[in-house]
């Protein structure tokens, strides 16, 4: 699930910690995700859309 941090989150699992910052715009598990969430530190996100090369080297 993409999100938007709007404050810094710290997902603390069994064995490692993930610092997220503010302004962060990142892919994570829908358990980190609902967390940020409920926390009140992310918002849900757009997913990015990639830009892809056409043959004759124009953006679509």
Request: glycine content about 6%; aromatic content about 8%.
């Amino acid at each position: 699930m993409w999100i938007r941090f709007t404050a810094d989150h710290n997902w603390v699992q069994p064995g490692f910690t993930i610092a997220y910052k503010a302004g962060m715009i990142e892919n994570v598990t829908r358990e980190c995700a609902e967390e940020a969430i409920t926390a009140g530190k992310a918002l849900k996100a757009p997913t990015p859309r990639r830009e892809r090369e056409v043959a004759n080297g124009k953006k679509a």
